[in-house]
Nanobody, 119 residues
């Protein structure tokens, strides 16, 4: 079965940087898109960034210029380099992977990794 394993979450001071990683395994198909979402306490899960197999990226407006998403297709791994972090970005960060087949699409989620930004 498909597994997404995140790592890299930590406690960091405001203005600091972190790099998240997510390794995917178990899919017989290529992941057409991989990305990161986050959910702060009491809030809905929101998109942070996504990247396609071809390298196309999409970012939430709030992170543009500070976060960079990248992907190693050979390793089925996606990374999120975060800089200039803000306290309001404290959240659980979730990895997401999507596989699109002729019949339907499949979405998968990791367990999440905690990012805490102190002021």
């Amino acid at each position: 079965h498909v597994q997404l394993v995140e790592s890299g979450g930590d406690l960091v001071q405001a203005g600091g940087s972190l790099r998240l990683s997510c390794a995917a395994s178990g899919s017989p198909f290529r992941f057409n898109a991989m990305g990161w979402y986050r959910q702060a306490p009491g809030k809905q899960r929101e998109l942070v960034a996504t990247v396609t197999t071809g390298g196309g990226t999409n970012y939430a407006d709030s992170v543009k210029g500070r976060f960079t998403i990248s992907r190693d297709n050979a390793k089925n791994t996606v990374y999120l380099q975060m800089s200039a972090l803000k306290p309001e970005e404290t959240a659980v960060y979730y990895c997401n992977a999507v596989t699109i087949t002729p019949l339907r699409s499949y979405g998968f989620w990791g367990q999440g990794t905690q990012v805490t930004v102190s002021s």
